[in-house]
């Protein structure tokens, strides 16, 4: 148990379709964080959020929409995805956004047909 | 560039045997945090080292940081199957502000 729960485990969509991931944290975090994680490739940032506040879009395309109600909540809105955007969705919190560990919740693996 | 590179790519040794896998990196850093990830699962954090140490343990794992050579390295001690994972590196640069940046990994499995 990392503390962080994210929701769904696994998720199968189609490309018209929308769906939210959700990610909870129960540390008393005050960042929280996307992450792509695609087969051979590095960890990928996509957003950071810091006491609610987004502070990061790592150039993430629109069809990817965070949203962060409160400092233990983030959700990651999908819409018209692409094939390409089939990977592992992490979601990971902090103390606060700045050079401390991060605390990683299971992912979401998501697959677009 | 890219920070946070891991070699090996890939480590197969047998239970009870060490394993050293390494990362280099390219600019100038705050700190280095390594990381493990088990198969369908999150990453979990093992080790934060800063900038101006040279050496941290924790348990069986040693870290040591060279920021001359933009090297680190990761020691685990009498391996064991649980050990298997993959590994990661992951900088913060001083210029990269919140960004953690994490290598490709390396794999790591070990024999019972």
């Known amino acids: 148990e990392t503390g962080v729960t994210q929701t769904p485990r696994h998720l199968v969509m189609g490309m018209t379709n929308k769906k939210s991931l959700k990610c909870e944290q129960h540390?008393?975090?005050?960042?929280m964080y996307w992450y792509k994680q695609s087969a051979k490739k590095p960890l990928e940032l996509m957003f950071v959020y810091n006491f609610k506040e987004q502070t990061e879009n790592n150039s993430v395309p629109s069809r990817f929409s965070p949203e962060c109600p409160n400092s233990s909540h983030l959700f990651l809105h999908l819409h018209t995805l692409q094939p390409e955007d089939s990977a592992l969705y992490l979601c990971?919190?902090?103390?606060?956004?700045?050079?401390?560990?991060?605390?990683f919740g299971d992912g979401t693996r998501l697959s677009i047909l | 560039s890219q920070q946070g590179e891991e070699d090996p790519q890939a480590l197969s040794i047998q239970e009870g045997e060490n394993a050293t896998m390494n990362c280099s990196y390219k600019?100038?850093?705050?700190?280095l945090q390594w990381y493990r990830q088990n198969s369908g699962r999150g990453l979990v954090h093992l080790i934060l080292?800063?900038?101006?140490?040279r050496e941290k343990h924790s348990g069986r794992l040693r870290v040591t940081l060279d920021t001359s050579k933009k090297s680190s390295s990761l020691l685990i001690t009498a391996s064991r199957a649980a050990d298997t994972a993959s590994y990661f590196c992951?900088?913060?640069?001083?210029?990269?502000?919140?960004?953690?940046?994490f290598g490709e990994g390396t794999q790591l499995t070990v024999n019972p």
């Open positions: 080292i800063r900038s101006n140490e």
């Open positions: 992951a900088t913060d640069g001083e210029t990269s502000g919140s960004r953690l940046t």
């Open positions: 540390l008393g975090h005050n960042a």
């Open positions: 600019t100038s850093i705050n700190n």
């Open positions: 990971a919190s902090s103390q606060d956004s700045f050079n401390q560990p991060q605390h």
